[in-house]
C-alpha cells in the first residue's frame, strides 16, 4: 500500500492539533478533571442523592466537591436558602471542594435549598448550576401540619426571630433555659417582675398577622407550681390587646396548692348581630368541668388541670373555626375544651376573631409573657397594662407557632405527637 508524504504531514499536523485541544480543555479545567459536581455532603449526609435528604444536623457543614480545582471568588455565589430567605454562611475553597458553614447553624426541622451557580473552574471554565433541598432534624417550620398556613412561628432556639412570617421583635426581655429535649439555651424563660410595675420579662412582636377570623395558636409552656401558689397574682401567658384582642392567663393554686386551670379569651364579630352589639368576648376557661355554659358546651373535660399545667412542659393548642362558630383548647393532644358560639343564643352569635371594634386606644403588637403590648391603652387596669402590673409570665415558653387557620384534631395531634419529647 502506498501512502504519499503529503497524507503523513497532514495526519501528523492533525495529531498535534489534536494534542494542543485536549491541552486546552485541562488548562480551562484548572490542570485535569471534569468541571461538574462529584458530590455535596453536610457531613455524612448525602445531600446528592436522588431523594430529598432529612434529619441533616442544624450544625452540618456543607462540603461540595468538583471534578476540578474551582476559582475561590465564583464560589461565592453560592447561596443557602430558607424559603425566600438567605441564610448567612462563611464560604472557603480548597482545590476541588467549597465549604459552606452556616453562620449560627441553621434552624432545627426546616427546609433548605442549596443554590450551585455561577461558579467556574480555575481556568474560567462554567461549572454546572445545581440546587438541592433537605430538610434539618429536629422540630422546627416544617415538621408542622398545614406548614403554609402559619403566620409566625418562634422557634426560641436561643433568640427571637419569625421564621414563618414577617414579625420581628419591638422588645425583648427574657432568658434562656433548657427545652423540653435538654437542649441548654433553647427556649424563653420569663422571670415575671421581680422589680415592681412595668419591669416585667416579656417579648413583643410587631409587623407580623397576630389576628385572622379562624386561627391557631400552639405553644409549649413550663411552670412551677410554687410560682403559682396560693396568693401568688394569676399570670398572663400571651396576649394581643388583652380583652379587647385576646389573652391567656393561668390561674393561682388552690389552697391544695393545685393550679387552678387556665382561662383563654377571645373577641369576635357577632353575626348575625340582630342587636347591634358588634363585637363580643369568649371567656373560656379550662378548669376541669366546673364551667359549663349550657348549650354552648360541646366538652367540658372533668379532670385535673394540674396534671397539665403544672412542673412539666405541656403543650396547650387553641382553634378557631369560624364557619362552624366553634372554638376548642386542647392540653397535651387531648381535648379538655370546646364551646359552639352560634348555640344557645338569640343575639350573641360569636363569628370571626376579631379586634374589638370602635374600641380606642388598642395595640395589635403580640406580647408574649404578658396580655398586651406596652403601647396598648385600651384597658390601663392593673392587670391587663403592662406599666401597672406585676402579674407578666413566670416560666419556660418554646415554639409558639399562630395560624391562618384551625387546624382539624388529627392535625392538632400530629403537632402533638411530632413534637412533645
Not at 408574649?368 to 392587670?383: K, L, Y
Request: proline share 3%; charged share 20%.
Amino acid at each position: 500500500m502506498k501512502v504519499s508524504i503529503k497524507g503523513l504531514a497532514m495526519l501528523a499536523m492533525a495529531g498535534v492539533m489534536s494534542l494542543a485541544a485536549c491541552k486546552k480543555d485541562d488548562d480551562d479545567n484548572g490542570g485535569g478533571g471534569s468541571a461538574s459536581i462529584s458530590s455535596i455532603m453536610a457531613d455524612n449526609v448525602d445531600l446528592y442523592g436522588a431523594t430529598a435528604a432529612t434529619d441533616v444536623a442544624s450544625d452540618a457543614q456543607i462540603v461540595v466537591t468538583f471534578g476540578t480545582d474551582v476559582d475561590a471568588a465564583s464560589a461565592e455565589g453560592i447561596k443557602l436558602m430558607r424559603g425566600t430567605t438567605e441564610v448567612a454562611t462563611t464560604i472557603t475553597t480548597s482545590g476541588k471542594m467549597v465549604t459552606i458553614v452556616p453562620d449560627g447553624g441553621m434552624a432545627t426541622g426546616t427546609a433548605y435549598t442549596l443554590d450551585v451557580s455561577g461558579v467556574k473552574s480555575t481556568g474560567g471554565s462554567a461549572i454546572s448550576t445545581v440546587s438541592v433541598t433537605f430538610t434539618t432534624a429536629g422540630v422546627g417550620l416544617d415538621t408542622a401540619p398545614q406548614r403554609g398556613a402559619q403566620t409566625l412561628y418562634l422557634q426560641f432556639d436561643g433568640d427571637v426571630e419569625d421564621l414563618a412570617g414577617t414579625a420581628t421583635a419591638a422588645f425583648e426581655q427574657n432568658s434562656w433555659t433548657t427545652d423540653r429535649f435538654g437542649k441548654e439555651n433553647a427556649a424563653a424563660y420569663f422571670d415575671g417582675a421581680p422589680n415592681g410595675p412595668g419591669t416585667g420579662d416579656a417579648v413583643e412582636m410587631t409587623g407580623g398577622q397576630f389576628m385572622s377570623p379562624s386561627q391557631t395558636v400552639s405553644v409549649w409552656f413550663k411552670i412551677n407550681s410554687t410560682d403559682y401558689a396560693q396568693g401568688n397574682p394569676s399570670r398572663m401567658m400571651f396576649g394581643s390587646a388583652v380583652l379587647h384582642g385576646y389573652f391567656v392567663e393561668v390561674f393561682t393554686a388552690t389552697a391544695d396548692k393545685k393550679i387552678r386551670g387556665l382561662k383563654y379569651t377571645t373577641v369576635h364579630k357577632v353575626d348575625p348581630d340582630p342587636n347591634n352589639h358588634v363585637g363580643g368576648q369568649a371567656w373560656t376557661e379550662v378548669t376541669g368541668g366546673g364551667n359549663p355554659d349550657g348549650e354552648r358546651t360541646v366538652v367540658d373535660w372533668a379532670g385535673d388541670p394540674s396534671d397539665f399545667l403544672a412542673d412539666k412542659w405541656c403543650h396547650m393548642v387553641m382553634t378557631f373555626d369560624a364557619a362552624s362558630y366553634t372554638k376548642t383548647i386542647y392540653l397535651d393532644g387531648v381535648m379538655v375544651k370546646q364551646m359552639n358560639y352560634n348555640a344557645g343564643t338569640t343575639e350573641w352569635y360569636l363569628k370571626d376573631l376579631t379586634y374589638m371594634p370602635n374600641q380606642a386606644d388598642i395595640d395589635q403588637n403580640l406580647m408574649i409573657g404578658f396580655a398586651a403590648a406596652r403601647g396598648n391603652m385600651s384597658n390601663t387596669d392593673s392587670w391587663g397594662y403592662y406599666n401597672a402590673t406585676e402579674q407578666t409570665f413566670k416560666g419556660a415558653i418554646d415554639d409558639f407557632r399562630i395560624y391562618n387557620v384551625a387546624l382539624n384534631s388529627d392535625e392538632v395531634n400530629s403537632l402533638y405527637n411530632s413534637e412533645k419529647p
